[in-house]
């Protein structure tokens, strides 16, 4: 018999079915809840709530395991390229080698940007935010890329979706050209999704940029492990826009203005920030761990905690032996480093984080390998945009195909005044007077 669950309200009993996903976990089916019940339930951010039925990515918070489409993060990171696991994101399988070079061929024919985004760029002011930028840019993507009439619907989603890929990046790097001064350099057909980004950010006429392969690889592996992470912030804007039926570009701008937040993707930068912070301080974290720990401060240590992680969250060590490897490669020390390492280790024997399941998450540790690719900090959130694009695409081209797919329209609990009389103008005047408003 199928797994009900009973709810007693004024009295009467209610039933309601129980999911059960392919990994154990379970669910309480409430769609039917108010229609039959006349309640809503109350669940401020979300923290009990189910808001979709996907097969992309699987979380398990308590044992530390990130699963893309059933394969393990790890071995994604040891094996796969970008590309590759954007292609499993979107597409559900890895591809096969004609898939991959079909894929990555579109990729190449899409990757410049109309010339006149350029005059887009030198209008933004110095100093401006490149998420809001980016934000923006993709947003006027669809104006630049307008829907045709002649194409299926299943063409344009495939043109849509290699131009967002394709574009962000070179969005991204010609950001950061335009930011500095610098003349843009174009993509190039001769070079991988990774190393075309990295040339595109730093190549100059006066130094031409030398490609290092294991840089390459550790921005591959960057990518990958910030392609997707379930129902995060920022993939239930894009799901939560896109259920109003707008376009793909406007659902991807929504994402980045969530993912642009210090308590998601901005998370990287603030993280360096703070590290950057308790350096002029003196070098000691400690007064920063116990203002983390005053219930009266609002500071948080940036790059801990996590609201599904309840362990090491899976993706930071992967992301810290990267981040060695380059450094060691690079010949390069950090300051940063030494202070972070002292702060993770102060941190993890502390009661307060133990006590609150607190650990580094992935964010800790991308700063630094991020930095180690000289990648100014501005530039972190940018980052993790783009390597979070395909899982953003892949989760709004799940919400699309849902044959239960509704509009997303949540309820509140009103706790404001009940009925009351309009005031007129010149009588609130006169209660106002009389402290009587
Ligand atoms: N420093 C100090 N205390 C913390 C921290 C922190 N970084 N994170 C959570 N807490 C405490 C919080 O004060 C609360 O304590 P109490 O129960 O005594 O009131 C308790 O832990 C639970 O916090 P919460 O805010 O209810 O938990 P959440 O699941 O809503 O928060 C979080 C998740 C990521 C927003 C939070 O841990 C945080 O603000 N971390 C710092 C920002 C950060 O590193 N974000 C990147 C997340 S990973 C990248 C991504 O996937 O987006």
């Not at 923006?136 to 045709?148: D, G, I």
């Not at 991020?370 to 980052?383: E, K």
Request: glycine residues 8%; charged residues 25%.
């Amino acid at each position: 018999m199928a797994e009900k669950a009973t709810l007693i309200l004024d009295g009467k009993t209610y039933e309601f079915p129980i999911i059960t996903g392919s990994e154990g976990d379970k669910a309480i089916d409430i769609s039917k809840l108010l229609k039959e019940t006349g309640y809503i339930t109350f669940d401020p951010g979300y923290v009990n709530t189910g808001s979709c039925i996907s097969a992309i990515t699987y979380m398990d918070g308590k044992k530390g395991i990130l699963r893309y489409r059933g394969i393990p993060i790890e071995e994604l990171a040891e094996h796969s390229t970008f590309v590759e696991t954007s292609y499993l994101l979107i597409n559900g399988n890895l591809p096969t080698p004609d898939e991959l070079a079909a894929f990555s061929g579109l990729l190449n024919d899409h990757s410049l940007v109309h010339e006149d985004m350029k005059t887009f760029f030198s209008s933004y002011p110095r100093g401006a935010h490149p998420m809001g930028i980016l934000s923006s840019m993709v947003n006027a993507l669809r104006a630049f890329y307008p829907e045709v009439p002649e194409r299926s619907q299943e063409e344009e989603l495939n043109l849509t979706v290699a131009r967002l890929l394709s574009k962000l990046r070179t969005l991204a790097a010609m950001s950061y050209r335009i930011s500095r001064g610098h003349r843009v350099i174009y993509p190039s057909h001769e070079l991988g999704y990774c190393a075309n980004f990295l040339n595109m950010m730093f190549d100059s006429p006066v130094k031409p940029y030398v490609i290092d392969y294991d840089v390459v690889r550790a921005l591959e592996v960057f990518w990958i492990t910030s392609a997707d992470h379930e129902q995060n912030c920022s993939t239930s804007a894009v799901r939560h826009v896109g259920s109003a039926r707008v376009n793909l570009y406007a659902s991807i701008s929504a994402g980045i203005s969530a993912l642009w937040g210090p308590l998601h993707g901005g998370a990287n930068q603030a993280v360096i920030e703070m590290l950057q912070e308790i350096r002029d301080s003196g070098g000691d974290p400690r007064p920063f761990i116990e203002r983390a720990k005053d219930r009266n401060d609002p500071f948080r240590l940036m790059g801990f905690g996590h609201r599904v992680y309840k362990t090491y969250d899976p993706r930071a060590p992967i992301i810290k032996k990267m981040t060695d490897k380059i450094l060691t490669k690079l010949g390069r020390t950090d300051p940063l480093l030494d202070i972070a390492q002292n702060l993770e280790e102060l941190v993890i024997r502390d009661p307060y984080f133990i006590d609150h399941n607190l650990y580094p998450n992935v964010d800790f540790h991308s700063g630094i390998l991020l930095r180690a690719m000289d990648v100014p900090v501005n530039m972190f959130p940018v980052m993790f945009a783009i390597g979070r694009l395909p899982g953003w695409i892949g989760q709004w081209m799940e919400s699309m195909e849902d044959p239960d797919r509704k509009l997303c329209r949540p309820r509140q609990i009103y706790l404001g005044p009940t009925l009351r009389e309009y005031i007129p103008r010149d009588k609130r005047i006169q209660m106002k007077e009389n402290g009587e408003l």
